[in-house]
């Protein structure tokens, strides 16, 4: 069975948020996923479309798959390198905090 990937790294989105976007397209065809993600109002939804178009532009270059007879198989977020930042405090001090980033990786597969 043919398996198109395409991934986007380090984005600036804790992958918590982003993975809440990725399992509402978990198993659907192409068209559909993508019609949802137009919907969804998260920060996470356009970088998610963008990374499924990818996917799909990669099948119809690569495999010269049609987009109507693929759908998303797997959908992987995973925690990208957090930026490690301080906050000024009260008397002096200083606060860590950091900036989490995501890695997503979409599967496409063939019906």
Same mark, same amino acid.
């Given at each position: /069975? *043919?398996?198109?990937?395409? @991934?986007?790294?380090?984005?600036?989105?804790?992958?918590?948020? /982003?993975? %809440?976007? +990725?399992? #509402?397209?978990?198993?659907? =065809?192409?068209?559909?996923?993508?019609?949802?993600? /137009?919907? %969804? *109002? @998260?920060?996470?939804? =356009?970088?998610?479309?963008? *990374?499924?178009?990818?996917?799909? +532009?990669? +099948?119809?270059?690569?495999?010269?798959?049609?987009?109507?007879? %693929?759908?998303?198989?797997?959908?992987?977020?995973?925690? &990208?390198v957090a930026l490690k930042r301080i906050r000024p405090a +009260? /008397? &002096? #001090?200083?606060?860590?905090?950091?900036?989490?980033?995501?890695?997503?990786?979409? *599967?496409? &597969?063939?019906?």
């Open positions: /069975m *043919t398996e198109i990937k395409a @991934q986007l790294r380090h984005v600036r989105v804790s992958s918590r948020k /982003m993975r %809440l976007v +990725a399992n #509402a397209i978990k198993g659907l =065809p192409v068209h559909e996923a993508e019609r949802r993600l /137009m919907m %969804l *109002t @998260q920060r996470s939804a =356009p970088l998610v479309l963008k *990374t499924l178009r990818s996917a799909v +532009a990669n +099948a119809r270059h690569n495999a010269e798959l049609k987009a109507e007879d %693929l759908f998303v198989k797997t959908i992987i977020v995973n925690q &990208g +009260a /008397m &002096g #001090a200083a606060h860590g905090y950091k900036k989490h980033a995501a890695h997503l990786e979409i *599967t496409l &597969g063939v019906k």
